[in-house]
């Protein structure tokens, strides 16, 4: 008889996904089920519950247990073929032992702990300079101290894990997943004084790091003993100035070799961190409360490196040139007049070389006008009593306002204390009444929402003779940063990708909508994510197509989501204000960006949520007409604003002017260089995509005919005519083969991993010129033909190949009647191998789960990647699968519990805030919500949207004296708080 052959499990394959997750799952419940009630002893128990009964599970943990290990032999050069080995006489023979008993080795756990660590110990010898071996042998005296009840085991065990990391980064001082790693170790054993001291000794050593430096700051940030925001903002500034030195250092060295340094890898990875731990900055201080002071790191950041005039300066003489520019009344970006830097300077030179001209010019016209008095004769002459006078009658003013501020603070202390309140007493006198702490917390959002833009210190909202109340005034006064506030944190970046992310990044953190500017895989993605306190649009949209796709699912509307249980995160009147100040800065930053259409769509967007209600489309005209007009008419050559304008009127529905806008640009870019003439595969594929987007009833196939028409042209190369009719079955032949030709010439490009937009719409577009004259099944070989293009390493860091394979999904989607759900879903699950952080992927495989798998199976799925690439993001999605079916509270309750324990996760406040929504608004259990906002504010004290979530929350549960203490200790974090408590109590009394 023959033995089936042996076929290898193919680890990649994602079908086989869900098996690996099943085996985890029922691994983890062997060590975590608590809720198994058999007797191990009981002797009536079936032979069944060996698999999962509680008296065979000790036994499979117990570490004495040997289990059978087959050792395979050495591989064999050749290879039978078939599907079945034939089994030889020999080793049917004797005493029916079928397998040798030399390839059978009876292990221990101590078996296998001992024979791994040789192992290790080999390769480690072996190989000192794989970080990947020292890696794999920290990583399984985790595995070890998991095995091991005692506490001191594990600790003697996390003692080795130290150990044996110290000898690595010994042998490799400069590897950071090395150094990260034995920082992690260390954190585990040391006190936090301890751990922050091997912190800063590694930073002195590694200053020019990011990576070191951004986990340092994660670490020192969550520390809630040490956590001041003063001292942050130090930690902060010490990173921003060690980096930038690096960065500095970097450039002296390209410009020593003869390199460009804007074009200098190292020199680009540098910049980005950097402006990574920036964002990081700006998203510390707007979340504990100063959105002035984040506002105005961004206006200076953003002047300090895009505008900086174009002189060779040092860079202590552009920091003064920079202060006098701050210092002064000129309008910053995002302010309406603001010129930018360089502009204001020149200016300013005009304005000051005029005044010069004129006083020359009026002393050359005068005559003699008498002898001038010396300096010390002047100041005699001012002494006398006739110039005292003025004097004497400003100090009798300044007495007599200092008199009314005297009189106005008595009338004060003796209405506080009409109201029981001494003024004269500890500052944090108990309040008696919980809604009053509900009332101040109100109050404190509603500051928020409207205090966010810095106020310039000549402006005439602090000047006294605006005739501003003393209390409005003092907050003004508060609002005004001064260059010493931001001096600290100014760097200079040169790379044209770190100038592009500052800018992308600074319109994602105002709520505008700007196409996707990186890859879900980098940094800036996971680190954005990670600071969430509520849910941005960009992640929302996803969210809600969830929701209504299992909600419809289930045939009933159901209610709770996680929008329901955070609320919206802004007002109307504070997103306007933001959308005009993100549009003017918007503007001015094409200036430094010229022909990026990336930004230009943001500032027309930004202009129509500017002039209407959000997520408005029904205005008949369309509110960014007039502004991309004017931007046309000072660039008639920018084909990709045309195209972009276009767009925007389409989604209006305004698409006959749409047309007109394409048609035009289309035709007149044959007569432009060659620059212009190379966005025309981003006209062309816009286009077709709105014709689709147009198809409703009868009008379908016109809509078709013209989206091929329009692709007919760009295949074939010939000059764009508008629709006449449809293209004859040539035109569709040499737009097959002018599209093959130009997919074949991009090989070599892809190949170098030079890929730009251009190139993804040639690809697009001829996926969906085969989709509607071939068929859908020859558009997706066109894009499977792109991906096999790419090294699949390169696949994970470019963004627009993720922006490729998000087409290739919604392509597969559409057809997903005629297709096979299999086919749709094995692509789906591969592409999140490939970006696990991906929210579009997440809300394709829900879209596609409920209808060809069953909910176990995708829950299993996203345990998987909640275990082997945790995110906010994953955590999000599965959180709202389970809402939206209305899934046991059990469940919710595990996959809260499960982010939260997570060491990253634990610093999400967006994990924490809705934790303790659901337990309020849901699960109905007012005492564990107050267990959990304790934890929160310990993980996240930064986070004022956080604690007050406590006053407004959790006001039944937490006493008047408990919320005095939270607001105690909130000034002590150094929080900044705009209402102090008496207003409100004054305002209970007035109105009383």
Known sequence: MDIARFKRHNFTNPSELNKQ???????????????????????????????????????????????IRIVSPERSTTITPGDFIPLPDDQNSGDGGSISKDSLVEESWEDLMLRKTREFNKMSREHPHDEKVWLAFAEFQDRVASMQPQKGARLQTLEKKISILEKATELNSDNEELLLCLMNAYRSRDSTDVLIGRWEKILMQHSGSYKLWKEFLRVVQGEFSRFKVSEMRKMY?????????????QHRQSHQTANAPSRDPIIVQQELGLVDIFMSLCRFEWQAGYQELATALFQAEIEYSLFCPSLLLTEQSKRRLFEHFWNSNGARIGEDGALGWSIWLEKEEEQRQKVINEESHKNEEGGWTGWSLPLSKSTEMSGNPENKADDDVGVQEFAESDARDTEQKDDTEALLKMLGIDADAEADCEVKDTTTWTRWSEEELSRDSYQWMPVHAKSDEISPSNGTADREGDEQLLRVILFEDVREYLFSISAEEARLSLVSQFIDFYGGRISQWACTNSSSWAEKNLSLEALPDSILVDLRRVHDVLAKAESGPSSLNLEFLLGSSTDISMRTNMMK????ATLLCITAFPHNYILEEAALVAEELSNTKMNSCSCSVTPCRALAKSLLKSNRQDVLLCGVYARREAVFGNIDHARKVFDMALASIEGFPADPRSDASLLYFWYAEVELDNISGSSSELSSSRAIHILSCFGSGVKYSPFKCHPSSLQQLRAHQGFKERIRMLRTTWARGIMDDHSIALICSAALFEELTTGWAAGIEVLNQAFSMVLPERKSQSHQLEFLFNYYVK???KHHAELKLSKVWDSIVQGLQIYPFSPKLYNALVEIGHLHTAPNKLRWIFDDYCHKKPSVIVWLFALSFEMSREGSQHRIHGLFERALANERLRNSAILWRCYIAYEINVARNPSAARRIFFRAIHACPWSKKLWLDGFLKLNLVLTARELSDLHEVMRDKELNLRTDIYEILLQDEMES
């Open 237 to 249: 500034a010490n990173a921003i100035q060690a980096l930038s030195a690096a960065c500095s250092k």
């Open 581 to 584: 100040f993100l549009r003017n």
């Open 811 to 813: 392509m597969l989607w």
């Open 21 to 67: 997750a099943l085996y985890r799952w029922n691994w983890r419940s062997l060590f975590f089920d608590g809720d198994i009630d058999i007797d191990a002893l009981d002797n009536k128990l079936k032979a069944t519950g060996r698999y999962w009964s509680a008296k065979y599970t000790a036994l499979e943990r117990h570490k004495n247990l040997k289990r």
